[in-house]
């Protein structure tokens, strides 16, 4: 379900927030509606000469976890790339700028700041409820295709549509809500890498979804006209370089995306390794089961730390030609409904949490740990182990509730049914974001410096009576972009993707990305944030360039996110610049050619990309 105007029935948004209120269930959501121009509960008059027949009405702006919320701003929905190029125009002569809006899964304030009045001079322009097609572009005789998708069509909607015709990506964010604009903007990723031996097919990379791009459509400015214009700009063209992760500085319409004969995977979830010997340092005894290890066998990996928890847990996808026969064959995605949905009593616990109960994370950290476990494998013996503030939350009622759904911890099928599992309706939480680029040869050195400063820092923090996380450590494993796998000769790779080579190393070709999760409220997370920022920007240098991921939190002080001047105006353009070679400063030039009036701009990424 998308957020455009064509989807709201009785005018109701489905944004929601976690309520505290445990009576309600605890994730429980507040419903709001648009408001038309001339209705009563409009904040301001219309925008002077907005371009009639265009669709527009106020709206509150809010993000994944709604750490970013705004006044009533202008919105509206166009039907076609020459109506979007009509807004653009309109504000290039208004002296307003234009913000594309995509499916607001986001947490980095690319869009507009949280707090944005409506007054600003500001119009959002939603994508997703009119430009959403797509089509199979070109078939090829190695196996590869193209498909040419609009920005505002979901991801879930594009892997769909591969799928039918035989075709998938290598990996792909999880959620599926995402628009494929909004993924491209900011280089959204999945978690893949080559397993040992393995040889990847035509169309397939390990980069992010940008490196797949053959084409965009993006409106630009012409000198010629002295307006806004339909540009398309091919693979091989020097600006396609900036355009691939532009940030939100750029507004595309239209992509073309490479894809490759898909493959169907297996994904088996793995329960019982201690993180101590997962993140394990490099030179563990033979035997140990290590990340580095599962990396080398599969390639496809990703491990679910719950807060104060001792095993996390693993996933680990393989290619998988024919249904082992251990594995239960899934036809959709999102198989993990307790995950997507988490039972009332588990919900009523983390109301608890935002109602102030602060010092349950450790109980609520073993509370998700255990209902994974639970729903995955069918082994209750932990929870009947455990104590009595467990067995409160996990009752027999929910025990038996998640053994009735059947066992997930050996799946198979298409890909897009393996790599996507995350829905709208899962726990709301925040997160940083990092990517640590290494060699493959020190992957597991990255995975056991991180995890163990996290651990004692946790444990730091609770001994003063602060408990800053309340949900998980996520960690994957993909490769760096590689324009080759996109199939147009002469192309580069996207210039502000965090996975963008470092020419002075070749032999560093792997990222370890790095997410911590809390609820957005939680005391003291903005402080321990900025501790595990500063730790990670001061790895050695040999061994680890570190990079924001962008559609996440970063640059923080101790009480915000965004909001570190030197992180922002140094260590960011910094860490894109390492290694030399064209990057950081030759795609901020771009982009400001590209928009010389700064329509498609924002404050922040004024101060951001300068």
């Known amino acids: 379900m998308t957020d455009g105007p064509s989807n709201q029935g009785g005018g109701l948004s489905r944004r929601r927030l976690l309520a505290s209120s445990a009576a309600a269930g605890g994730a429980v959501w507040l419903l709001r509606g648009l408001v038309r121009p001339g209705s009563a509960y409009a904040a301001s008059a219309p925008p002077p000469g907005f371009p009639a027949g265009i669709d527009v009405y106020q709206r509150t702006y809010e993000n994944w976890a709604g750490e970013i919320r705004t006044d009533q701003l202008w919105t509206c929905a166009p039907r076609s790339p020459q109506e979007v190029l009509d807004v653009v125009n309109w504000a290039y002569g208004a002296g307003w700028t234009v913000r594309a809006q995509g499916q607001r899964h986001g947490w980095a304030p690319l869009t507009v700041a949280d707090g ?194 001792d095993c996390p847990w693993l996933k680990v996808w393989s290619v998988a030609p024919k249904r082992p026969l251990t594995a239960r064959a899934v036809d959709e995605p999102y198989n993990y409904p307790f995950s997507d949905s988490l039972p009332e009593p588990v919900a009523r616990l983390a109301g608890d949490l935002v109602s102030g109960a602060w010092a349950s994370a450790p109980l609520f950290g073993q509370v998700q740990y255990l209902l994974a476990k639970v729903a995955l494998t069918g082994d209750i013996t932990d929870v009947l182990l455990s104590g009595t503030l467990v067995r409160d939350v996990l009752t027999g009622d929910v025990l038996t509730h998640l053994l009735a759904g059947g066992l997930r911890s050996d799946l198979w099928g298409a890909s897009r049914n393996l790599l996507q599992y995350v829905r709208p309706t899962t726990l709301r939480e925040t997160a940083n974001g990092y990517a640590v680029l290494t060699r493959r040869a020190d992957l597991q050195w990255v995975v056991s410096q991180f995890t163990g400063f996290y651990r004692t820092l946790l444990t730091q923090y609770a001994a003063r009576g602060e408990y800053p996380v309340n949900g998980q450590v996520e960690i994957r494993v993909t490769g760096l972009e590689d324009p080759f796998v996109c199939g147009v000769p002469g192309a580069r790779p996207p210039l502000l993707s965090a996975l963008r080579p470092r020419p002075d190393r070749p032999d560093v070709d792997t990222a370890v990305w790095i997410d911590v999760l809390s609820l957005p409220t939680t005391p003291a997370l903005h402080r321990f944030y900025r501790d595990i920022e500063q730790f990670l920007l001061a790895l050695d240098g040999d061994r680890a360039t570190v990079r924001v991921e962008w559609s996440k939190g970063w640059a923080y002080s101790d009480t915000a996110a965004w909001s570190d001047p030197d992180v922002l105006t140094r260590a960011i353009p910094a860490s894109q610049r390492a290694g030399g070679g064209p990057g950081w400063d030759e795609a901020v030039a771009i982009l400001d050619r590209l928009d010389p009036h700064r329509v498609l701009s924002s404050p922040f990424l004024d101060a951001l990309l300068r």
């Open 116 to 309: 944005t009045p409506a007054a600003a001079r500001v119009v959002l322009l939603d994508t997703t409820a009119h430009l959403t097609a797509m089509s199979l572009e070109q078939q090829a005789a190695d196996g590869s295709a193209r498909v040419r998708v609009q920005a505002g069509a979901s991801l879930e909607t594009l892997l769909a549509f591969a799928g039918e015709g035989g075709y998938g990506v290598a990996s792909a964010p999880a959620p599926g809500d995402l628009s494929v604009g909004g993924a491209l903007a900011i280089g959204a990723h999945g978690t893949a890498v080559p397993a040992v031996g393995e040889s990847p097919s035509s169309g397939h990379g390990y980069g992010s979804l940008s490196n797949l791009v053959t084409e965009l459509t993006v409106v630009v400015w012409d000198d010629a006209t002295g307006r806004y214009v339909l540009r398309t700009v091919g693979r091989a063209e020097p600006d396609c370089a900036a355009l691939l992760t532009h940030l939100g500085r750029s507004l595309v319409t239209e992509a073309v995306v490479r894809v490759g004969t898909d493959h169907h995977l297996r994904c088996q979830s793995i329960l019982d390794i201690p993180a101590t010997e997962l993140f394990a340092a490099p030179g563990a005894p033979a035997g140990t089961r290590t990340l580095a290890g599962f990396v080398d066998r599969t390639g496809r990996v990703e491990a679910i730390w719950f807060a104060f928890t």
